[in-house]
């Protein structure tokens, strides 16, 4: 427990110097909120899948899954430095950010190797959805900051997804596991 008074409470909005009204803000950093939390959270299952992966693409997706994983962190970072710029509170701890998110991370342990990427494919797609609805509803609010923020975490991220989906293509080179 910290002693000390608290100096801005969860749900507390500052003013912001951007010139944005308090309603505006309040929708958009509950948002910004839910997309850092969802950020984090699909960081700790993508991290998770770097450190488990196993098989003959060991290392391409054990690579692969290390670059997605830091593309979330550092995407995270901008959103929790955006929701600060506009006066709100970035959601910290691991439980809060766990019931905010809009996805679950995987119970703990070893899946097969398909089931885990295609829950990463699939909660990637949560995440994309939400980031473009999000970006409209800054844009309608006239905070067109966030809504470039946002617009450019997704261009990021579908590009994250779209090498995704590659690697669970079915084709091969591998004679053997032709048709
Ligand atoms: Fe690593």
């Given amino acids: 427990m910290n002693p000390s008074p608290i100096r801005q409470a ?86 809060e950010q766990e019931k905010l998110a809009l996805i679950a991370m995987e119970p703990e342990g070893v899946y097969a190797l398909r089931a885990m990427l295609e829950k990463d494919l699939a909660d990637g797609g949560k995440l994309v959805a939400a980031l473009r609805q999000y970006a409209q509803g800054a844009a309608a609010r006239g905070d067109f900051g966030t809504e470039y923020l946002l617009k450019g975490i997704l261009l990021t991220q579908e590009k994250m997804l779209h090498h995704l989906e590659h690697f669970l293509g079915d084709d091969t080179l591998v004679r053997a596991l032709l048709p």
């Fill in 10 to 95: 969860p749900d507390q909005l500052r003013s912001n110097p951007l010139g944005l009204d308090a309603p505006s803000v309040k929708a958009t950093v509950e948002e910004l909120n839910r997309t850092l939390a969802t950020l984090y959270t699909l960081y700790h299952q993508v991290k998770k899948h770097h450190w488990v992966v196993e098989g003959p693409e060991y290392l391409p997706l054990h690579e692969f899954l290390d670059e997605w994983a830091a593309q979330l962190l550092k995407d995270a970072d901008e959103v929790a430095e955006r929701i600060t710029a506009l006066g709100g509170y970035p959601v910290s701890g691991p439980a």
